[in-house]
């Protein structure tokens, strides 16, 4: 074993720096007086798709909206991730949401009063039957969450008093492939570390999607394996195919039918012989409820983006695990900041699954300095204040791109 003095050896995970001892800020001190929104161009590894449509595309830069909160002195950052094949805000949406109508909202709170900011988001952008623009909130609740953990110098598990692991194994993502190209995606994702798979199914037909699965099954014989349609499918064809899953071990089939059709997806609960998870169904800690009243839920998703951010999406991990409803982990192939956010409320909650935290295998993030480490397919939980990603804004303005621009 190396001494303290001697460097790690080579291919050691880099350990996160220690915060900067501080004299922590004064929450009650703190008022919101800035919010900047950045659409940032990153360097894109490889395709994404889901059932809706492409993700990221290899060759195009993925557009990403970070946010840099400040507060008398003090900042934090947050990003949305826009997925127009996944929900309907777009990066113009996200940045005109939030310079016009949250920012508004938020100037001259104070920072630290997180519910507050919650009801005056509702306000700001009314909830309907969804939560209401849950991307830009979440951008912006998230960076609250990194400038009140810089304020007082600590991690955001430190600052709720909960953190339950320091490390989570990420699965590694198949999408896209037929089943003859499979192979090279799970020999990729082998060789890098992952022992779990998730696998994007409503982009063939039935017989694809089942052989496609398969083949992952196949080159993957003993590793945890889940499937996520995306909304794909009816209840019928998705009987059919999660009693073909079955026989291939898969341990959830997540979000098989769209994300309103309650009736459809506790009837299919009750009837499919793979545990039914939930991801775009549950916006809100309200969705979860009446899912769990209805017994309509095996699985509850928990996405810090899908559901505005770290406020409500703790409140939604608490009623899952009061509940009794598993706990399953998810992000939107985010950039380091996202990525850090997610990891800090999947340690709060301890969950011992892998988790679907994919940006690392999708995109690069230029512009954070010492950020969350990934070492063989297990991501470690930031320690340093806040998120405890140093983002160069610097390079965050140098990759900055105007979205609003007119077109012809």
Known sequence: MPSPTQPPPPGS??????????????????TVDRIETFAVALPTRRSFGVSGGAVAVAGRPSIRILVKVSADGVHGWGEATPIPAWTYETAESIVTTIDRYLTPAVLGRPAWDLDGVDRAFDRAV?????????????????????????????????????????????????????????????????????RA????????????????????????????????????????SALRIARRLDDLGVTAFEQPLPAN??????????LSPVPIALDESLRH????????????????????????????????CALAED???????????????????????????????????????????????????????VAHVPGGPGLGVEVDEGVVRELSVDVLESRP
Do not use: C
């Not at 880099?14 to 703190?30: F, N, S």
């Not at 339950?164 to 499979?182: D, M």
């Not at 059709?261 to 009750?270: E, Q, S, T």
């Open 13 to 30: 995970p880099r350990p996160t720096p220690p915060a900067t001892p501080t004299a922590p800020t004064d929450l009650t001190g703190l």
């Open 126 to 194: 009314n909830r309907g039957f969804s939560i209401g623009a849950p991307l830009a909130k979440s951008a912006v609740d998230v960076a609250l969450h990194d400038l009140l953990g810089r304020a007082t110098g600590v991690p955001l598990g430190v600052l709720w008093g909960q953190r339950r692991t320091e490390t989570l194994a990420l699965g590694w993502i198949v999408s896209g492939q037929s089943p003859e190209e499979v192979g090279d995606s799970v020999a990729e994702g082998l060789g890098l570390g992952h």
């Open 197 to 236: 798979f998730k696998v994007k199914i409503g982009l063939h037909d039935e017989a694809t999607d089942v052989a496609v699965v398969a083949a992952v099954r196949e080159h993957a014989p003993a590793a945890p394996l889940w499937v996520d349609a995306n909304q794909a499918y009816s209840v019928h």
């Open 261 to 270: 059709d309650i009736p459809g997806l506790r009837r299919l609960r009750d």
């Open 285 to 316: 800690p309200g969705d979860l409820a009446t899912f769990i009243r209805l017994e309509a839920v095996d699985v509850a998703i928990a996405k810090v983006q899908r559901s505005g951010g770290l406020t409500l999406s703790r409140r939604l």
């Open 323 to 377: 509940s009794g409803v598993r706990l399953m982990g998810s992000g939107l192939t985010d950039s380091d900041l996202g990525l850090a956010a997610s990891l800090h409320l999947f340690a709060a909650f301890g969950i011992d699954t892998p988790v679907d935290l994919n940006g690392r295998q999708f995109l690069d993030s230029p512009y954070a300095g010492p950020t969350v480490t990934v070492d063989k397919g």
